[in-house]
Every structure is written in C-alpha cells, then in structure tokens.
C-alpha cells in the first residue's frame, strides 16, 4: 500500500507496510521505531519495505536519491530480523533503513559525488563511517544525491539533476547535502551520514525544516570519501566534518554515539543517555550575524523562546574569519578559539541561513545560499547543529544554529533537544 500524505498542519501520516504489519509512521523517531523493532512488533522487513515504498512515490518528483540498493537492503532486513527473533538485538539502530551521501564508498554500490567521470565508480570497501552503522545494525537503503563533489549550495549541480525542496519544489533544496536533508524531511528514511565543509550539511537541513549536525573535527572518521582518488585541497581536508541528518535531536544522538570516535568525547560515555541530563549552560545571541528581515525576525522568536526556558542570554560578537588570507593560521586559531569566543558563554546561537530559502530561478551561480554564517564553525572545527525554528513568508523553513567550543557536542545536543522540544517545530511536515 502507497503512503498517504496529509498535508492539513503538518499531522504524522500512517502507512501500513505491504506485508500487512502494524502501521509504520514515516515521520516516527529512531527511538519509537527502534522500541518496536527490539519488541518484534515491527520487523526491520516492514520497515524496509515501507521505506522503499515512500521512495517510489515520492523519489521521481523530489530526486533525493541518486541509488536505491532496494535488494541489499532487503538482505540486510531479513538478516536483522533473524538476529532480533534470536535474542541477538545490537542497538537501537538495528533493523533501521538510513542512507548515506553519495560522498562516501559503500562496497559495491556505485559512489558517484554526482560526478559524470565517476558514474560507474563502485568501490570494494565501505567508508568507516557506512561500516559504523552496518556495525551497529542500521541498513543502508541507499545513496543520496547531492552537488556535484560537494562543490554548490543549492542542490542544483548534480549530474543525476537537481533535488527539489519537499515544501516547494520552486525553491532550492540547499547543498550540498541536498538529498539527504529532502529525503529525512519527506520521511523516505530515518538519518542520513552527510558531509559539511562550509555548511554543507546544516544548510540544506536548515532549507528542508530538519536538524543538521556536524561535530568537533575529528569527532566522527571521514575516511572513505572517495577513497583512492584524487585528494582534496588542504583547505577542503581542514573545513571538512562527518554531518549527520535527522527529524529529532534524539536521534542524531543515537546516530553520532555509533560513529563517534572512541576516544574524541571524554565526557559521555554513552551520548545518546547523557542528552536527559540537566546541564546549566551561558548562552550568547550573535549580534554580527548576516541575515535579512525575516531571517532575523525568526532568530529574535527563537531567543525568546531559550529566555522562555530559564536562561539569560548575552549579546556576543563573533569572530568570523576572513578565508581570502587562506588556513595558515588555522591550527592556533582552533586553540585560542575557546578564550576567543567562549570565554563568557557556553553556547551561541545565529541563523544557520543568511537569507530566506532562495527561488530555484534566483539560483544563479553555485554559492547562490550563502554559508556566511556556518562557515566559521568548519574554520575553528566547533560542534554545530541547525534546528527548525520557524517559517518565512513564503512557506519555507528557517533554521536556528547551535554551536560551542571544541568538543563540547553534548551541550550543543542537549541544549538543541530542549529549544526543539519547546518550539514544537519538528511536528511540521512537508505537504
């Protein structure tokens, strides 16, 4: 059966998996789905299924998905439903369909970029972080389109076409993460593993209403980008993080705590258990953020919700770097950063987006949605995550920007979990 989709405000849509088991919720948290799957009230069979059923549907009008490993991907279904019937659960990503950019190698299915020269390219490895999720039981369903090697910002540069914004397809979807952001905000999968070097992924989840993360540099391996190929420029290889896309901030903590690295959160032995904990934080508003009428209208509703929370919140100015003097200073400006910025304050926040989401038809040149202000968080390698935070004019989502020092992910996750529950934003969905 195809999924419905009821577009009256934003209300969850059921769809009942072709197999006739219970109904599936394709806008349902990790943790909602997972719970069912560890109960064996819904198999990771059905939840397959019913993902590439939503696929189907909505793939050839919104274009998210460059590949679709529909047979792989039901392999592993029935694999892990086996194991979960067998008393063998590995986690609360076991059994759940999630993608992965088309960035990174997943062995033997074709890793494009969204390049022409690499359209037959089918790697024999997976990149660490693909081997992190099949580790913990996820299941690959596919891989998602984004800007030609990561090189736009509107999701328009693909060589597999452009991907269209779930809530307009007249407007840009962001980039380069673009596939990834619409296929998690239309429900055709539960988390996506992205990239970010200047906002890659926080913009197009910030344009599609959905929570972009990027963590400490270093915090989640990038190896396996297009592992065996031409390397990057050095700036690229500083700017670039591991992103990770989803619908709630819980579930981008169940998603970071699989890929992080052993040793690159000393604080939270367990992420995903830590978010609960009450921490008291010192928030500062940007107050030299870029950004237009109705961006920084939203941004100021936003403020007063975190005051609405408890917390007292200072004006800050932040020390947006220049790039045209290039990275040779970057190593020691990563150091002073945290007395630079963090002396006072735990947290900032800014708009993610310097403007309202742009027309397909204004997009004229790659660069068209601007990373002024997520670029600085690549530069001194901070945590950052988008969270929805209201609508513009035109009906499209705008995206609040969490960001902290080094190596504090947790706060920026626990503190993102609190606004998003207290703004109610993540009940919207695309039409």
Known sequence: MMPSIRAAGGE???????????VIDPYATINEVSTQVREQAVSPV??????????????PRLNAFITVAAEAASAAARAAESEVKAGRWRGPLHGIPVAVKDFYDTAGIKTTAAFERFANRVPTEDAEVVRRLKDAGAIVIGKTNMDTLGMATTGLTSFYGPVKNPWNADYIAGGSSSGSAVAVASGMCYVTVDTDAIGSCRLPAACCGVVGFKGTYGLISSQGILAGEAPPDEMIIWLSHPGVTTRRIADTALVVDALKESRALQRAAELARELNQPRRLRIGAARNFKGGQEVAAAFNT??????????????????????????????????TVSDQLFGDIDLLLLPTTATTVPRTTAATNPQS????????????????????CGFDSNGLPLGLQIAAKPSADLDVLTFGRQYEEAAGWFTRHPP
């Open 12 to 22: 969850r849509t059921a769809m009942r998996a072709p197999n006739g088991d219970p």
């Open 369 to 388: 949605l601007s990373p002024e202000n997520t670029l600085f968080a690549n530069y001194y390698g901070l945590p950052a995550v988008t969270v929805p």
């Open 302 to 335: 936003a403020v007063e919700t975190v005051g609405s929370l408890g917390y007292s919140v200072k004006e800050t100015v932040v020390p947006f770097p220049g790039l045209e003097r290039g990275i040779r200073h970057i190593e020691q400006d990563r150091k």
């Open 46 to 59: 059905a939840l397959v299924e019913a993902c590439l059923a939503r696929i189907d549907a909505l793939n």
